[in-house]
């Protein structure tokens, strides 16, 4: 069983930064990854990055890349993503996601999924 638990959300101007949290409950010798998915309104989710639990790879989507960066703290079972130079269309509900799979970029392969945390960037 997977528990996701996520945090860090808020309200902040164009230009400023974030940083979001997501808790992880699993007990597994599997290799998983976790990644931040996002959905604005009235749009699709979409991905944002992904990191690999045990090597620490990371995986950007285009428009995030440069200016955001997901990380692992392995003790805490932690991952975050460190949103900077954030502009008005990173506005969106933010999702941690879980997957046993090797796909990162597709939703379709993650199984587990955290509430959703709402980030609004102001102009």
């Known amino acids: 069983q997977v528990h996701l638990v996520e945090s860090g959300g808020g309200l902040v101007q164009a230009g400023g930064s974030l940083r979001l949290s997501c808790v992880v409950s699993?007990?597994?010798?599997?290799?998983?990854?976790m990644a931040w998915f996002r959905q604005a309104p009235g749009k699709d989710r979409e991905f944002a990055a992904a990191?690999?639990?045990?090597?620490?790879?990371?995986y950007y989507a285009d428009a995030v890349k440069g200016r955001f960066t997901i990380s692992r703290d392995t003790p805490k079972s932690t991952v975050y993503l460190q949103m900077n130079s954030l502009k008005t269309e990173d506005k969106a509900v933010y999702y941690c996601a879980f997957t046993f799979g090797r796909d990162y970029y597709a939703q379709g392969s993650y199984d587990y999924w955290g509430q959703g945390t709402q980030v609004t960037v102001s102009s």
């Open positions: 699993v007990r597994t010798f599997r290799t998983y990854a």
């Open positions: 990191i690999t639990w045990s090597r620490g790879d990371t």
